[in-house]
């Protein structure tokens, strides 16, 4: 059975880099898709990107510009970084796996987010 | 960016009663690549339904998605007391980026 587990400082500096890791047990990161998704405190949910392989890499527009997400496919494990966080960037972090179906054509294409892990608090202040 | 709204924001209802949740997308959701998860205080969400209609593994049948284009249903038959939580609709069409509905809280009443 999957499972995935978020670890990562939970108290970052204005201005400074959020890094954050998810360590992927019990299955392969080949070949889903993953994305990190956040909830600031008694807020909604907000996708902040995804990645397929090392192929594939999306990003939220909001974000984009402060957002890299990488992959550790040797320890099965995939990363967040960004930037320049401010009090607004302060949520929960999760990490999350797509289903996924494979058309006539071949092509993997992510379905539902099915596997989450338990999320990591992490608070921007100084 | 597709906008989701999701009505109503609180839907008070007893165990035992049907709920109806709504997502509504400003624009269409290609291949009905609409999800919907429930999420309890302090937990991940919970995958339900993906691709509108099909319920993910393991979700009883109890609950039922429907709709395409911009217009998307949430049944849940009968409630049970497990169900009172919050539920968000998610697409995932080829349209980025994903996004979310802000959410319908299901409260006892």
């Given at each position: 059975q999957v499972q995935l587990q978020e670890s990562g400082p939970g108290l970052v500096k204005p201005s400074k880099?959020?890094?954050?890791?998810?360590?992927?047990?019990?299955?392969?990161?080949?070949?889903?898709?993953?994305?990190?998704?956040?909830?600031?405190?008694?807020?909604?949910?907000?996708?902040?990107?995804?990645?397929?392989?090392?192929?594939?890499?999306?990003?939220?527009?909001?974000?984009?510009?402060?957002?890299?997400?990488?992959?550790?496919?040797?320890?099965n494990q995939f990363s967040l970084k960004l930037t320049s966080v401010t009090a607004a960037d302060t949520a929960v972090y999760y990490c999350a796996r797509h289903e996924y179906r494979i058309t006539i054509s071949g092509v993997v294409t992510p379905l539902g987010m099915d596997v989450w892990g338990q999320g990591t608090t992490v608070t921007v202040s100084s | 960016e597709i906008v989701l709204t999701q009505s109503p924001a609180t839907l008070s209802l007893s165990p035992g009663d049907r709920a109806t949740l709504s997502c509504g997308a400003s624009q269409s959701v290609t291949n009905s690549h609409l999800a919907w998860y429930q999420q309890k205080p302090g937990l991940a969400p919970r995958l339900l339904i993906y691709d509108a209609s099909t319920r993910a593994t393991g979700i009883p049948d109890r609950f039922s998605g429907s709709g395409s284009g911009t217009d998307f249903t949430l049944t849940i038959s009968r409630l049970e007391p497990e169900d009172f939580a919050v539920y968000y609709c998610q697409q995932y069409g080829n349209s980025l980026p994903y996004t979310f509905g802000q959410g319908t809280k299901v409260e006892i009443k």
């Open positions: 880099t959020l890094s954050l890791t998810c360590t992927v047990s019990g299955g392969s990161i080949s070949p889903y898709y993953w994305s990190w998704i956040r909830q600031p405190p008694g807020k909604g949910l907000e996708w902040i990107g995804n990645f397929y392989y090392s192929e594939t890499t999306n990003y939220n527009p909001s974000l984009k510009s402060r957002v890299t997400i990488s992959v550790d496919m040797s320890k | -």
